[in-house]
């Protein structure tokens, strides 16, 4: 793991954001708990998301899907037929990784070392491999060829390449019967699908418009050492987008600028964010972009925006027995909508806006140490300090924290030096510190610190909820 990945994790359990699941019996591998902080900025970046999807768009509304759904949908989906990695085993150090990914290894490592026309000739093999008939075949063709190694153990000792579905499967009811088999949804998009009608018909939508939901998702990955990148249990917040059959590439083109606007909205820096065009579809789709940000592990996927043509509909069609067509109520035309996708990673976002506000500087020879949050973003908004525990000032802080409240989260502290009260918060991402001091008590106004300057302004006490506000709305990521 690289030194910022290691010290993200660490902060992360230091200060509450995210805790390893089960961890007095050791944690449970990919699995891990929102706390106190982290639960607040999840919480914010749904929010916002939210915001984004529904809130400011007329045409879009919400829906929450149970996670558990008729057994059939993913036999329609395809998702029990074709949500397969390919996997390959070490003999040695008994590891499974996946099969594309150990190449994908393999080439970023020749491109690193320049050789880029050999790189480009793997690549170009490797996309003819994931989309060949004997997918696992040939991938396994490729790693013996190029006599790919073992990122772990150096060996070069290889099982044959073999699919693994990444469903979870329980059995509903008390019986363990084949037919009463059920998964735990590995994507939200389905309850969608299923709803298409009585969403439609309910919010009395017509064409285009889209459905947003998020939730959790579940996939038995095989590959899971990345923190909360590549998790077991997470959240999707997705969005499908149904319109007429060809008018697809322009709701793709415009759902695609406004997602990756959207990630810029929450302060994300602009170079580490960047699209990334898929090598090969899933069974699906017509078009797929992902957005990547460049994680200390590497440029890796956050969101996907996905062409997913009339399939989902037209398979749900199939197998339900039911009709899944839109009559045009203007042309009086009836298809099978075609469907934009954006989905994103919600604890993925997360990692991502971790990595990118984490910042490190030294301030009159002392280390400090924060995380960047957009101030809408940041798990608390403003912390109360008395600047000494006597005097009255408690009081007077405390009082102030109670105005504040009904606007925002805050929290209080009188513990310690006013200096590492400060770098307390610098180091959550609290973007506005507040203090009540001598000269409050004479004349009732406040400082207020800023995160990212350390400025401070001076102002009567009744105004610091509009101010902060005002402070928020207008906030933009320092240079
Ligand atoms: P990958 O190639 O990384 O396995 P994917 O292409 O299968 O991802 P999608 O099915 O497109 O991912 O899922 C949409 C989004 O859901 C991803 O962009 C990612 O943010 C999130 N996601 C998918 N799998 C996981 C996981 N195991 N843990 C956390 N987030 C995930």
Known sequence: MSDLFEKIVSLSKRRGFIFQSSEIYGGLAATYDYGP???????????????????????????????????????????????????????????????????????????????????????ERLVQALNAEDMCGALYDLIMEEEIRSPDSGAFDWTEVRQFNLMFSTHIGPVTEEENRIYLRPETAQGIFVNFHNVRETARLQIPFGIAQIGKAFRNEIVARQFIFRMREFEQMEMQYFVKPGAQREAYEMWRERRMQWHLDNGVRPEKLRWHEHEKFAHYADAAHDVQYEFPIGWQEV??????????????????????????????????????????????????????????????????????????????????????????????????????????????????????????????????????????????????RERDTMAQARLPKENVAAYVRDKMEAWSPPA
């Open 37 to 123: 902080l982290g639960v607040e900025l999840k919480r914010n970046v749904r929010e916002r998301w939210w915001n984004a999807m529904v809130y400011r768009n007329d045409n879009v509304v919400g829906l929450d899907a149970a996670i558990l759904m008729h057994p059939k949908v993913w036999k329609a989906s395809g998702h029990v037929d074709a949500f397969n990695d390919p996997l390959i085993d070490d003999r040695q150090s008994k590891m499974r990784y996946r099969a594309d990914q150990l190449i994908e290894g393999h080439i970023a490592r020749l491109r690193k070392k320049g050789k880029e026309e050999r790189a480009e000739a793997v690549y």
């Open 303 to 448: 969101e996907g925006v996905h062409s997913r043509t009339d399939y989902d509909l037209r398979r749900h069609q199939e197998f339900s027995g039911k009709k899944m067509e839109y009559f045009d109520p203007h042309t009086h035309e009836r298809y099978i909508p075609y469907v934009v996708e954006t989905s994103a990673g919600l604890d993925r976002t997360i990692l991502m806006l971790l990595c990118d506000a984490y910042h490190e500087e030294e301030v009159n020879g002392e280390p400090r140490n924060l995380l960047r949050f957009h101030p809408k973003l940041a798990p608390i908004k403003a912390a109360v300090f008395p600047l000494v525990k006597k005097g009255g000032m408690p009081e007077v802080a405390r009082a102030l924290q109670t105005d504040l409240q009904p606007h925002f989260y805050t929290v209080y502290d009188e513990k310690g030096a006013i200096g590492r009260r400060y770098r307390r918060m610098d180091e959550v991402g609290t973007p506005y510190c507040i203090t009540v001091d001598g000269q409050t008590l004479e004349d009732g106004t406040v400082t207020v």
